[in-house]
């Protein structure tokens, strides 16, 4: 439906016409025939969000997909000193965070994420994630930019009568707010707080935000991925555990979205240096490399780590048998070991320790780059998890780095804990079982920096699509992709699924895990059916390519893919993107005329889809002429296209005429490859019984 604009004064005289004039009837739209489906409007082009619109017209993006001219973000680079407490399961922590004001324009706000407060008791969260338990969230006992103190009230912990407290936490807010020129957290009880700066970071300026802080890991029976980090006191796995500066784009400025669970992240890159200290004995794994092996390791350790990358075997660095200080680790007199950690260019950070971790490594062979370390640190009770994961992923390292380009990382590390699934720069939170699929996540969004948070599907959707290509090459097999873009026609216009486009944080629990994860491989299905498979994947690594460490969003990839490929895609990227609609096509009619057989076919859904029609002959008969748009597949098979335009202007039904001489016609099946969605695929072929009905025979 268009938009009537009126100015106020037209809109009056419309009013006062209105009131004066006859009333007006709305004309009845009379009913189309029985059966019959009304014409279609196809949209082709790519709706146009404000965000993109402005990034666009600032030059930060442009139609070609690639980054713009003006391109620009944030860095943040953190130095942070962490430490902890069995005894309480508490982590205490002091960071120092160099923000890096890359955009064009001054910066009167720093946005945080204090994700420890999603285990608070008020906090919202999505269902079915449920946090293992209820903790005091992040602390902060001190909080500073260039030296220069913030004012943390609205941090503090709610006192008495839950109601009464936050008035008190929202008026000595709004009390600090009022002194000008004075630093003040806003929202420190949330996921998602800012600090409003008395002195705004200049373009192109750097500030330095300073955090002391402390919370407790929680533990217990969480529901759902980083719900629950830690095995009673002698295994923790931290993870959003520090205060993280929030991503800040050209597209919309500060991130605000809350953590509610499923979702994952949006994150600056930048450096990382970072000092954990736990009592010695305890193992430490993490993003980045080992700064000082000679002073937490015992010299077998480090003799054992020289040979990881010499061959493909599994090398135990630290056996079950080997527990404790002086064993497990080099001894301390503090009774406390130091483990520190360098990563460039990342956008998180992650590590796990245990009291009794078994540490086994061994090597991926990267293309154009050389060997890389596998590292697996897991308990000696669940070694039959981690026997094969090793193997798992080298094969993954080594297979997405030929599909897409080479792992960017000097490490990777495979970490045993309550959270088997999950992603972080150099770190995977998995034993074999998503060795594959978590690996993947080094390509997105540990490199190709995906907003994970809004579009999930180009982070989880991308990697179940290579996934499906690495176990397939895994096997010696070739990958099928046939029949996944027609799944879809089955599940097209349920009333609880959200476009993909939609925000995957506000999804629902009915379809989180299918919109994010699972249809981007039916998408790509269809695309393949179209421009074929290997084009896709090709287009894919040049779009991954020109994106390296930087930050896409779905209309660079959409651009991106459109001129990769040659293409105008719009009306596909919107039908399968913007829409739920499938294309649910079917074969309408076959009728022989001479050397003619007209096929119809009909398309009864919003989705348009190319007509591609496999028509099988009679073992004998004349010879079999060439038709345009036709290829002959095999001595009595021809596949015939028809392009997408012919849906342009509305139409339901297309008449293809089969022009191929008097061999007879025994059989034909539309979408022969099952990729475009369709409800009712058995009315897709001629004859739809089983019996063999000959057409054109002499």
């Known amino acids: 439906m268009a938009m009537l604009r009126l100015s106020l004064g037209g809109l009056a005289a419309a009013l006062c016409a209105l009131s004066s004039a006859a009333p007006l009837v709305a004309q009845p739209t009379l009913p189309a025939a029985a059966g019959a489906v009304p014409p279609r409007a196809v949209r082709r082009d790519i709706p146009m969000a404000n965000a993109i ?11 070609t997909g690639r980054p713009g001219a003006k391109y620009w973000q944030l860095r943040t680079d953190y130095d942070i000193d962490v430490s902890l407490d069995p005894a309480t399961s508490r982590l205490t922590g002091k960071a120092r965070i160099t923000i890096h004001n ?10 945080l994420r204090f994700d420890p407060n999603h285990f608070l008791g008020n906090a919202p969260h999505a269902a079915p994630w449920v946090p293992a338990e209820v903790t005091d969230g992040m602390v902060l006992t001190r ?27 929202q008026n000595a807010q709004q009390a600090a707010a009022a002194s000008a020129g004075e630093n003040t957290l806003l929202s420190g009880r949330s ?14 300026a750097r500030a330095v935000l300073e955090v002391d802080w402390s919370h407790k890991l929680p533990g217990g029976p969480g529901t759902g991925h980083r719900m629950t980090q830690r095995w009673a006191d002698t295994l923790y796995q931290p993870t959003q555990w520090f205060p993280r500066v929030a991503k800040y784009d050209d597209l919309r400025g500060w991130d605000t979205e809350l953590y509610l669970g499923p979702s994952e992240f949006y994150n600056n890159f930048g450096t990382f240096d970072v000092r954990i200290d736990v009592p010695h004995g305890w193992i430490v794994s993490g993003t980045g490399t080992l700064q000082n092996p000679d002073q937490v390791l015992t010299p077998t350790a480090r003799e054992r780590l020289a040979r990881v990358t010499q061959s493909d075997a599994v090398t135990t660095i630290v056996g079950p048998d080997e527990v ?4 497990a680790t080099a001894s301390s007199p503090s009774g406390r070991l130091v483990w520190r950690f360098h ?14 971790y078994v540490w086994t490594a061994t090597r991926a062979t990267i293309p154009g780059k050389g060997a890389v370390p596998v590292h697996m640190v897991y308990l000696p009770g669940r070694a039959n998890l981690f026997a094969k994961a090793g193997e798992v992923t080298r094969h993954a390292l080594e297979f997405y780095s030929r599909l897409w380009f080479p792992y960017q990382f000097p490490q990777l590390t495979l970490q045993d804990g309550p959270s088997a699934g999950m992603e972080y720069p150099m770190v995977i939170n998995s034993n074999v079982g998503a060795a594959d699929h978590e690996a993947g996540h080094q390509w997105w969004p540990m490199v190709v920096g995906n907003n994970e948070t809004w579009y999930g599907w180009m982070d989880e959707g991308f990697n179940q699509y290579m996934n499906i290509l690495s176990d397939a090459d895994a096997e010696r097999k070739p990958p099928v992709l046939d029949g996944l873009g027609q799944s879809y026609g089955r599940l097209s216009g349920t009333e609880s699924e959200p476009p993909m486009m ?3 944080n506000y999804a629902g629990p009915a379809s989180y895990g299918f919109t994010t994860y699972s249809k981007t491989p039916l998408m790509l299905s269809m695309l393949g059916g179209i421009v074929g498979d290997s084009a896709v994947q090709r287009a894919h690594r040049e779009w991954a390519t020109a994106w390296l460490f930087k930050h896409p969003s779905p209309w660079d990839y959409m651009f991106f893919m459109n001129t990769a490929l040659g293409r105008d895609l719009g009306w596909f990227w919107n039908s399968w993107l913007f829409t739920t609609e499938s294309v649910d096509h ?10 003619n057989t007209a096929v119809t076919v009909a398309q009864d859904g919003q989705m348009p889809a190319p007509i591609v029609l496999e028509v099988k002959f009679a073992p004998a008969g004349a010879p079999i002429r060439p038709m345009r748009n036709a290829v002959l597949t095999d001595s009595v098979t021809a596949r015939v296209t028809v392009p997408v335009d012919v849906w342009f202007d509305g139409r339901r039904q297309h008449t293809v005429n089969l022009v191929f001489g008097g061999r007879a016609i025994e059989r034909i099946t539309l979408d022969p490859d099952r990729r475009f969605p369709d409800r009712n695929p058995t009315d897709n072929r001629w004859p739809q019984s089983g019996d063999v009905k000959r057409v054109g025979v002499p």
């Open 53 to 63: 619109r402005r990034a666009m017209a600032a030059g930060t993006r442009d139609s």
């Open 343 to 356: 990563a460039d260019t990342v956008n998180d950070f992650a590590w796990a320790t245990a009291k009794k």
């Open 102 to 111: 890359t955009s064009p324009e001054p910066m009167p706000f720093i946005g």
């Open 143 to 169: 909080m500073a930019i260039d030296g220069k103190p913030v004012n943390i009230a609205s941090n503090a912990a709610l006192g008495g009568i839950a109601a009464e407290g936050a008035r008190a936490i």
């Open 586 to 595: 079917r074969v309408a009619s076959v009728k022989r005329q001479g050397l």
């Open 191 to 204: 996921t998602n707080a800012r600090i409003r700066l008395g002195t705004p970071i200049a373009a192109g």
């Open 502 to 504: 939609w925000n995957a």
């Open 324 to 327: 404790g200080p002086g064993q």
